[in-house]
């Protein structure tokens, strides 16, 4: 509820606005006048507007500011979209899941977070990733992990072609063709003879060019002008890089 909230009023005091500041849950309608703890009538202040707020109504405490009162209104009968889509999502993939017999259980972003927290991890995607749902143990050994870590960078432009100011076509479709067996984006390993420039071994991304001399990315930086003869494919283009990185 307190990750909700914090996403709903944008981590800032409903009625001052201050941010980077502790933040306290609000009720709007108070306990004493029999005010409810839905979320819609759950907001964010700081201690300073808390405590002049005190068991007002919030009619009665921003009766000289209508238009900020009408502002937090309609903000607090808004639903996060986002999070309604991603758990109307959810239940349909897991009652799916649950009638193939598979062994599954759901869990949620505070649970996550309690469970990393516990244990002192620090916030990445494969931490948290260990730290979903009931069943994460009391302990996770994190020596030696490397985990793989996975960036998207696409196939290059998807435009067809570029126009001119006139908007008629002016190149043609843009595509890229493989050269002596390569496609930009494959990842190759080189091995190159001592008694040449670029001599070792390099592995990392490369880009194919009709002279046969390729551009490769590694790790330590970019080796150019590398023979086609001295490449070796490790993995075809699809649009991702991977990368193992020690814990």
């Not at 108070?30 to 201690?47: F, Q, V």
């Not at 309604?84 to 899941?97: D, E, I, K, Y």
């Not at 244990?119 to 143990?137: N, R």
């Not at 091995?191 to 060019?209: D, E, Y």
Request: hydrophobic share 30%.
């Amino acid at each position: 509820m307190r990750e909700y909230l914090l996403e709903k009023w944008r981590r800032k005091c409903a009625y001052c606005g201050k941010e980077n500041i502790p933040l306290q849950i609000e009720h709007m309608v108070p306990h004493a006048k029999l005010g409810s703890n839905r979320i819609s009538n759950l907001c964010l202040a700081c201690e300073k507007c808390n405590i002049a707020k005190g068991t007002k109504d919030i009619k009665d405490f921003l009766k000289k500011k209508p238009s900020l009162l009408k502002k937090i209104e309609a903000q607090a009968l808004a639903p996060l979209k986002d999070a309604a889509a991603v758990n109307a999502s959810r239940w349909q993939l897991f009652r799916q899941l649950e009638a193939l017999g598979l062994p599954i259980e759901c869990g949620s972003g505070g649970l996550t977070k309690y469970n990393r927290s516990r244990q002192e991890l620090p916030k990445t995607h494969c931490f948290d990733a260990a730290c979903v749902g009931k069943s994460t143990p009391l302990q996770i050994k994190t020596s030696g992990l490397a985990p793989l870590t996975i960036t998207a960078y696409g196939h290059g432009s998807r435009q067809m072609c570029l126009m001119n100011k006139y908007g008629f076509p002016r190149t043609g479709p843009k595509e890229k063709h493989p050269q002596h067996g390569f496609k930009t984006g494959d990842i190759v390993k080189a091995i190159v003879p001592l008694h040449l420039k670029r001599a070792g071994t390099h592995v990392g991304r490369m880009s194919a060019k009709a002279s046969g001399e390729f551009t490769i990315a590694t790790p330590s930086g970019t080796v150019p002008d590398v023979g086609k003869h001295y490449c070796r494919k490790l993995q075809r283009a699809d649009g991702y890089g991977y990368s193992q990185k020690r814990a």
